[in-house]
């Protein structure tokens, strides 16, 4: 039975439509030294939804531009390249988190926000630890996407919903993970990783996906801790995190695998909650 939804679930990761190709052709262009703003607008504008969807973000206060923005050209002139990049991966995100998840008990807006949130913690993170800024957007993509294995399963959690509900009422002590797998036979990081790589992302962000519930594997990579972490943070501050929001702690050998002080947490958790409910005006 359980082999036979498997099989289901991993079938329906290949109907998942392909990360756009806009997305992949205007981060290349971004990692050249002397960007064509004139090309990269060309090539977001093919997509109008993405094109909607990074105007809406860069007119948030979170970005405090001087004055409304209407033409993708305009936006990138007061734009760092970082915050560009950042912008076109959170409106690639949005167009994947296109409705409730009703299995996680998640809402449209909520499952992005959180992913957003998570974005905006890890990158503030990534920067503090002194990434290089190729490093720096790998963290964000991974974090912006970490929950992306949801929208696979959420078909599932949603048909198997009473049996979550009465292993939830019986283990009171465990997570939505631990009955992700006990149910289904896999978690959510594990088939998001396996999406990502169906769309050829480098094996690195694939990974931290696949470990951002695994109190074991999140160690194994500082992209992968960092990931978690942002994750653990968006989830305490109540962003979007879905049915065991309020069971998440900050492990301490995660802190220590990144070499950050506990106080640092609460810069974290500040940022990230002033940013992304800034932008979060911009979509209601
Ligand atoms: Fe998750
Ligand atoms: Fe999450």
Redesign the pocket.
């Given at each position: 039975m359980k082999r036979q939804i498997l099989e289901r679930i991993f079938d329906k990761v290949d109907t998942i439509p392909a990360f756009p190709k806009v997305a992949f052709q205007a981060l290349e262009l971004l990692k050249k030294e002397d960007v064509d703003f004139r090309e990269l607008e060309r090539i977001i504008k093919s997509d109008p939804g993405i094109t909607a969807n990074f105007l809406k973000i860069v007119n948030s206060p979170a970005f405090g531009l001087p004055q409304k923005i209407d033409s993708l050209f305009k936006a990138f002139m007061f734009l760092g390249i970082n915050q560009i990049k950042f912008i076109v991966v959170a409106s690639v995100a949005k167009k994947y988190f296109s409705k409730d998840l009703i299995g996680y008990g998640i809402s449209v807006e909520d499952i992005w926000f959180h992913s957003l949130a998570c974005g905006i913690i890890a990158e503030e993170i990534a920067f503090d630890i002194g990434f290089s800024p190729a490093k720096i957007e790998t963290v964000y993509i991974a974090s912006i996407l970490?929950?992306i294995g949801?929208i696979v399963l959420d078909l599932y959690t949603k048909l198997e919903i009473k049996e979550f509900q009465k292993i939830a009422r019986e283990k009171v002590d465990w997570d939505f993970i631990q009955i992700e797998w006990l149910v289904l036979g896999v978690d959510?990081?594990l088939v998001g990783a396996h999406l990502l790589e169906r769309w050829e992302f480098p094996k690195y962000i694939s990974f931290a996906i696949r470990a951002?519930?695994d109190s074991d594997l999140m160690l194994q990579s500082d992209i992968a801790s960092i990931v978690a972490l942002s994750?653990i943070l968006a989830n305490m501050l109540g962003i979007g995190g879905g049915v065991d929001v309020f069971n998440y702690r900050v492990p301490e050998n995660l802190l220590k695998n990144l070499n950050i002080e506990p106080e640092k947490i609460y810069k974290y958790l500040k940022v990230g909650l002033y940013k992304s409910l800034l932008i979060q005006k911009e979509f209601v």
């Open positions: 970490h929950d949801k959510h990081g951002h519930h994750n």
